[in-house]
């Protein structure tokens, strides 16, 4: 049994408790909102130092910490690679929070859903006018629907031997009632939609790896290698 195994029933259990006290809702980076547990947080940055992309694509903008986080440790792996950050309907919080701060010239906010062509026309035209490796990153709308359809319109995308990071899977294994009167839960979401997803799709792996290391994420089984 691999220790990420051995430790999820502790981790569900810890955040069922944490969620009590809306603990993934009081976190900030450099002075923005983000929900992201600080061991996510150590994947992704080693995810980014290990690839270099020259480019980051982040479903979903929230409060805006999350593609702000991208966005520092781009800065400090040098270069000119960006973070192209996809919702159909952000937050003015979060707009106003990524056009207001210093690393916002990596950002580039697309305001269009990250299943539709124009999504993936808009990455294709990142990729061939800045070649060079890609990083995807999902964390917008949890339901099987929607992550498999991101996934099926911008996998192909992730060059090979980089990542794309499916975030909130640890909903199947979180108590059915925490997602009561939701669109998504137990059986419906990002976990089942990665299943389904690599059933059709033979170029990713699960890395175990990177949660063996984390023990506790909310990612289990989300941080999906592209072969080499």
């Not at 220790?3 to 955040?15: D, F, G, T, Y």
């Not at 960006?82 to 952000?90: E, G, S, Y």
């Amino acid at each position: 049994m691999r220790p990420s195994e051995e430790m999820l029933a502790i981790s569900v259990e810890w955040l069922t408790q944490a969620a009590r006290h809306m603990h993934l809702f009081k976190h900030e980076w450099l002075g923005e909102r983000f929900f992201h547990l600080p061991s996510d947080m150590v994947a992704l940055q080693e995810i980014l130092t290990s690839v270099r992309p020259r480019t980051v694509v982040h479903t979903g903008i929230a409060a805006g910490g999350g593609p702000i986080f991208l966005a520092s440790i781009l800065e400090l792996l040098g270069g000119d690679s960006k973070v192209l950050a996809i919702d159909p309907a952000p937050r003015d919080e979060g707009v106003r929070a990524i056009e207001n701060h210093a690393l916002g010239k990596r950002i580039e906010i697309v305001f269009c859903s990250s299943t539709s062509s124009q999504a993936a026309d808009l990455v294709a035209r990142r990729v061939e006018e800045c070649p060079g490796p890609l990083v995807l990153i999902l964390d917008l709308i949890h339901t099987q629907e929607h992550v498999l359809g991101e996934l099926r319109n911008l996998a192909h995308f992730v060059s090979p031997g980089s990542y794309a990071v499916v975030l909130d899977t640890i909903m199947e294994y979180m108590p059915a009632t925490m997602f009561e009167g939701r669109p998504y839960g137990k059986g419906n979401n990002p976990a089942t939609a990665v299943r389904a997803f690599l059933e059709e799709d033979e170029l990713f792996e699960v890395d175990h790896s990177i949660e063996d290391r984390l023990l506790m994420t909310l990612a289990p089984g989300g941080f999906l290698k592209r072969r080499s």
